[in-house]
């Protein structure tokens, strides 16, 4: 029978990193494999904030050599190289625990992958839920540097030396910038506002967002808006008043309540998608560029006015909050800890019984000089048993150190929670507790992840 593979995956979002330091840190690992058993996989380039699981060739061999039941040991340098995004990490780990993959993270200080289906899930799970929260602080540090300095923004002529860009205002479309900034002015309703989108997406050969990001970005006053303050940018010139800027915000702020600013402005649905509750199936934008209402394609009377979705999923958000038993994390955590503690007590006792019988056995059963072969195969027996043995023991050091230290991992998921601004990571802290919405004619069921923590009878 060939042995399974152990397979080193890593990957670097940017060609400014490299992979020799994910490659050399896994050297410890494989010193004693035959280079037969062991197969490298790198993602070179490719960003797992930006690019979807599917756009990942090498993680996508990786799945297919562990659902084709190829892999035993998966050796990468830490869980963020895998995924960061939560549901991302929880379907590779769900294949990791489904076809018994040992998995061996090689940074320095990196806690060890939770192998135990019962308590990994949740383990696990939180770990995926702050590897996403850090991608979304990385793409935040890099979405403010190209706020302050884009590659290419339309208006604009970009030249770029080794340390820096400089900006120069293209003519060609300078004139069109300010009269679009006067004509939003004189917009009195949403419907007049996608008009003049529509209006200005035909004469600047863009896409109507496209439009509107000229409305709100301050960039075209030649400043950046950090932390709610504008601040100056020296190396942009300016194609309107800064004044000007603000008052189009005010004007726009005016048309929220019935225009879907955040859609247009990031062509993005609601943080969770929901589904009609007869076909399963999501529903869907009503028409183009209205995308207040949500409908199924099969059942029209299942609809729901997106500004109420979102304040259904807030709602919910607080009551999750306010009502999950973190104190029972810590219980059914030790409980955990404890039944695998003892089950590793009882299979140890086990173990040396078998060994004690093998051992009468050959000393008052066998003749040595005559059953030679039996007594190799009971040799490989005691082996085998010892090797079982050590083991669980090693199985047993680590469980013993985890109990030790679950009241302060525990504490520390407390602390993240705790210290999370809700507004500014809605959208994963929402995705990492709810985890369906099936919207009914009149009322909406929400599904949860964890729902083992929380107390719906609570307030």
Do not use: W
């Not at 996989?41 to 930006?50: M, N, P, Y």
């Not at 192998?115 to 702050?130: A, P, Q, T």
């Not at 030649?222 to 800027?245: K, M």
Request: glycine share 4%; aromatic share 10%; net charge neutral.
């Amino acid at each position: 029978m060939l042995s399974k593979l152990k397979v080193v995956y890593a990957r670097v979002s940017s060609d400014q990193q490299n992979l020799d330091m994910q490659l050399e840190a896994a050297k410890p690992f494989i010193k004693d494999y035959h280079p037969d058993e062991i197969i490298y996989l790198s993602d070179d380039g490719v960003s797992a904030t930006k690019k979807k699981l599917e756009e990942r060739p090498k993680m996508q061999e990786l799945l297919e050599l562990i659902r084709n039941e190829q892999v035993d040991t998966l050796i990468v340098y830490q869980r963020d190289r895998l995924a960061r995004d939560f549901y991302e990490y929880l379907e590779i780990i769900l294949l990791i625990y489904t076809y018994k993959v040992n998995v061996i993270f090689t940074a320095t200080g990196h806690l060890p992958f939770n192998h135990d289906l019962e308590s990994g899930m949740f383990s696990e799970g939180v770990f995926g839920m702050l590897s996403q929260i850090e991608g979304m602080n990385i793409a935040n540090r890099t979405g403010d540097a190209f706020q302050k300095a884009p590659h290419s923004i339309f208006g604009y002529i970009v030249e770029r030396n080794s340390n820096s860009k400089t900006y120069t205002v293209n003519p060609e479309y300078k004139a069109i910038i300010k009269q679009l900034y006067k004509d939003c002015l004189s917009v009195k309703n949403s419907k007049d506002l996608i008009e003049l989108l529509l209006r200005y997406k035909s004469i600047i050969k863009r896409k109507e967002t496209d439009v509107f990001n000229i409305l709100i970005r301050p960039f075209y006053a030649g400043y950046v808006e950090v932390n709610g303050n504008y601040e100056r940018l020296s190396h942009v010139p300016a194609i309107i008043t800064l004044d000007q800027f603000k008052e189009i915000q005010e004007k726009l702020k005016e048309l929220a309540p019935n225009l879907n600013l955040g859609t247009l402005k990031d062509d993005k649905m609601p943080p969770i998608v929901p589904r009609c509750h007869k076909c399963k199936e999501p529903l869907v934008t009503n028409s183009y560029l209205k995308t207040d209402i949500l409908k199924c394609k099969k059942h029209k009377k299942v609809s729901i006015h997106r500004e109420l979705l979102d304040s259904l999923i807030d709602e919910v958000m607080t009551d999750i909050i306010k009502n999950t038993d973190l104190n029972q994390i810590e219980e059914k955590t030790l409980a955990t800890l404890k039944k695998l503690q003892s089950t590793i007590v009882n299979k140890k006792e086990g173990i040396q019984r078998k060994f004690e019988q093998v051992q009468m056995k050959m000393l008052t059963g066998l003749n040595f000089a005559k059953e030679k072969s039996l007594v190799y195969e009971m040799e490989h027996t005691l082996f085998a048993l010892q090797d079982e043995y050590r083991k669980l023991v090693e199985n047993e050091v680590k469980i013993e150190k985890l109990i030790s230290e679950v009241n302060q991992f525990v504490n520390i998921v407390i602390r993240k929670l705790e210290a999370l601004p809700f507004n500014e990571y809605r959208e994963i802290v929402i995705k990492s507790f709810i985890k369906d919405a099936f919207v009914h004619e009149g009322y909406v069921n929400f599904e949860l992840y964890y729902s083992d923590f929380y107390n719906s009878n609570a307030g």
